[in-house]
Antibody, heavy 121, light 110 residues
Framework: EVQLVESGGGLVQPGRSLRLSCAAS????????MHWVRQAPGKGLEWVSG????????GYADSVKGRFTISRDNAKNSLYLQMNSLRDEDTALYYC??????????????WGQGSLVTVSS | QSALTQPASVSGSPGQSITISCTGT?????????VSWYQQHPGKAPKLMIF???NRPSGVSNRFSGSKSVNTASLTISGLQAEDEAHYYC??????????FGGGTKLTVL
């Protein structure tokens, strides 16, 4: 059974940094691309970033480019999102999500339960 | 990276069929067959219902079907059931090597 467990969320002041982690199990982690998707309270889904199986291909939404960095450690079956220069509008539930193949061109087929990030002074 | 356009809400009675549209551009929906649909119940994580425009993952009811014409993708749910009441989101790969979601559609089963 695919399991994706996010951690690292919390309350942070504007301008500060936070690092999210996602522990994956139930599948061969280094065979699949991974994504981060967020959902602001009461709002829709917003794709944030994706990374291919070997980190060779990475993409970011314009809203986070230059501030967020996605990475993965295949030896630890883990996905990360380093979030710098956080803004109020980054407040959201951040989902870790698995793609259904190696590249970020492939769709998301499984989602974690999310980690809540609140940016507020 | 503008969001794909979906109707804010649709409704139908049990047993009826409904269709949710998802309109993009030639740089996303129209340019790729990488269109997916997700169902999200309140307080839950999204669930994949359709991928690659019209394919169903195993375990998803055949009452759900997808299609695409030019820059508009559609999700059709036939034989509407109470459990189908949820938010539905489309998504598409884009020419910028990113993904974009639609704004979401709330389905109400009357």
């Amino acid at each position: 059974e695919v399991q994706l467990v996010e951690s690292g969320g919390g309350l942070v002041q504007p301008g500060r940094s936070l690092r999210l982690s996602c522990a994956a199990s139930g599948f061969t982690f280094d065979d699949y691309a991974m994504h981060w998707v967020r959902q602001a309270p009461g709002k829709g889904l917003e794709w944030v970033s994706g990374i291919s199986w070997n980190s060779g291909s990475i993409g970011y939404a314009d809203s986070v480019k230059g501030r967020f960095t996605i990475s993965r450690d295949n030896a630890k079956n883990s996905l990360y999102l380093q979030m710098n220069s956080l803004r109020d509008e980054d407040t959201a539930l951040y989902y870790c999500a698995k793609a259904d193949s190696t590249g970020i061109i492939y769709p998301i087929d499984y989602w974690g339960q999310g980690s809540l990030v609140t940016v507020s002074s | 990276q503008s969001a794909l356009t979906q109707p804010a809400s649709v409704s139908g009675s049990p047993g009826q069929s409904i269709t949710i549209s998802c309109t993009g551009t030639s740089s996303d929906v129209g340019g790729y067959n990488f269109v997916s649909w997700y169902q999200q119940h309140p307080g839950k994580a999204p669930k994949l219902m359709i991928f690659d425009v019209s394919n169903r993952p195993s375990g998803v009811s055949n009452r759900f079907s997808g299609s695409k014409s030019v820059n508009t993708a559609s999700l059709t749910i036939s034989g509407l059931q109470a459990e189908d009441e949820a938010h539905y989101y489309c998504s598409s790969y884009t020419s910028s090597s990113t993904w974009v979601f639609g704004g979401g559609t709330k389905l109400t089963v009357l």
